[in-house]
């Protein structure tokens, strides 16, 4: 079993940043690609990004690319999503993820964080 916890989510201005840290409970995080995706209230969970293995490969939804960065870092059993250019559509619980074989289908991932609040105002 790996547990997954996420934080840094908070309230920002439009235009605004932040960065969310997902800790993983283990060394098997190697193992397993890592993916975030957001849920809005009313809304389906959405893919947002994904991370290989490595490292080496990253995959973002259209309404991020260019403005969120995802990271890891296996010393630290750690995957990042740094968010710039934040707009109020961003606005969503934000949860990392786990999966064998990373993609955007949130079937695909097999362990959850319980998610971190992001809330960007006009």
């Known amino acids: 079993q790996v547990q997954l916890v996420e934080s840094g989510g908070g309230l920002v201005q439009a235009g605004g940043s932040l960065r969310l840290s997902c800790a993983a409970s283990?060394?098997?995080?190697?193992?397993?690609?890592m993916g975030w995706f957001r849920q809005a209230p009313g809304k389906e969970r959405d893919f947002v990004a994904v991370?290989?293995?490595?490292?080496?490969?990253?995959y973002y939804a259209d309404s991020v690319k260019g403005r969120f960065t995802i990271s890891r870092d296996s010393a630290k059993n750690s995957v990042y999503l740094e968010m710039n250019s934040l707009k109020p559509e961003d606005t969503a619980v934000y949860f990392c993820?786990?999966?064998?074989?990373?993609?955007?289908?949130?079937?695909?991932?097999?362990?959850w964080g319980q998610g971190t609040q992001v809330t960007v105002s006009s």
């Open positions: 993820a786990a999966s064998p074989t990373g993609n955007s289908d949130p079937r695909r991932y097999t362990y």
């Open positions: 283990e060394r098997t995080f190697r193992a397993y690609a």
């Open positions: 991370i290989s293995r490595s490292g080496g490969s990253t």
